[in-house]
């Protein structure tokens, strides 16, 4: 994309699926990073991810392949690969050809979602997604999902985060949070104070994002009530990025209060996204920007965002 100087394909963890997606014994197709892909769970339940097409005469894996004996079944000629990428049994053959093989991809299912690593220079991965308190406690709603389909790049969506100034002209907070950023390594850790308006008037609270490179953020929201929403966002293509938001929150002793509580933020959150996509879907990337007081600590975030490209990012870490 000649909007953005940087490469189309960061590196790190991304999120592919979630776990509910791919019950045991499920294929299905995937595309991400310009590659076609087969995602698969086996009947003992362990997921795997390969590049999708069979190098024996190119059929895709993910349109009528199987899982058998561990292994996904080629729907052209029956060849079965493991999760490894290792062409195991030729039916028909005496022989495994030795070049029989398709490239598997690092794998953490972690927080009810299936994410991917991925590095340009083949690195394995540098860093882990760490599991989340609030996901599978009783205390907290199951998750709520929404997806979109947006024309950008990772790096333009993940900014936001620490562009003060939008959320009041874009968003119309009451007030423009005052935003401090920290980085260690991989994470970048945002905290923002927020006026909300409410039924009952101004509310204050506090909004904590933790960013694990681009591909995936969680954000604390506090002030009404406690909110965690689960961000991944994974490039598809040259041109367009998956957005997937899962939300949970912190049961209120009433459940339909929760159930009203928790739907109105869902849908100021989906509100705000909505006024950004059209944004970054025709804005290009500024570099250096023409950063003044009060944009938010946009400095810290960008150097930030240089250790995730190129072959050496995994020493950056």
């Not at 769970?41 to 097409?53: F, I, P, S, Y």
């Not at 389909?149 to 874009?170: C, G, I, L």
């Not at 949970?248 to 959150?269: C, H, N, Q, R, W």
């Not at 950004?276 to 570099?287: A, L, M, Q, T």
Request: with cysteine; hydrophobic share 40%; net charge neutral.
């Amino acid at each position: 994309m000649s909007r953005f100087p940087f490469p189309r394909y960061p590196n790190g963890w991304f999120q592919i699926a979630y776990s509910e997606d791919v019950k045991p014994g499920g294929v299905a197709p995937l595309k991400y990073f310009g590659r076609d892909l087969v995602l698969f769970r086996t009947e003992a339940g362990k997921v795997h991810v390969l590049d999708a097409h069979c190098p024996h005469m190119g059929a895709h894996l993910g349109h009528g392949g199987v899982v058998k004996d561990d292994c996904i079944r080629c729907p052209f000629h029956a060849w079965k690969f493991d999760g490894a990428g290792t062409c195991v049994e030729v039916p028909y053959a005496p022989r495994v050809p030795p070049k029989a093989r398709i490239r598997p991809w690092h794998l953490h299912e972690v927080n009810g979602l299936v994410m991917v690593w991925h590095h340009a220079g083949g690195a394995a991965p540098a860093w882990d997604i760490p599991a989340l308190p609030e996901v599978g406690n009783p205390d907290w709603t199951p998750y709520e999902l929404r997806r979109w389909k947006v024309r950008t790049h990772n790096q333009e969506m993940a900014e936001n985060a620490v562009d003060s100034a939008h959320f009041h002209y874009v968003h119309g907070t009451v007030e423009m949070p005052k935003s401090t950023a920290n980085v260690k390594g991989h994470i970048l850790h945002v905290v923002s104070d927020t006026v909300m308006r409410t039924p009952m008037g101004k509310v204050r609270g506090q909004v904590e994002s933790t960013s694990y490179g681009f591909g995936y953020s969680i954000t604390r929201f506090g002030g009404i009530v406690d909110t965690l929403l689960i961000a991944g966002v994974t490039p598809i293509d040259d041109e367009f990025v998956d957005v997937r938001f899962a939300f949970s929150m912190k049961k209120l002793p009433d459940k339909d209060a929760t159930s009203t509580v928790y739907g109105a933020f869902i849908g100021e959150i989906e509100r705000q996204l909505g006024q950004d996509i059209p944004i970054w879907e025709n804005k290009v990337y500024v570099n250096p920007p023409l950063v003044v007081e009060g944009d938010g600590p946009i400095g810290i975030f960008r150097r930030w965002t240089k250790q995730f490209y190129g072959e050496a990012a995994d020493s950056a870490v």
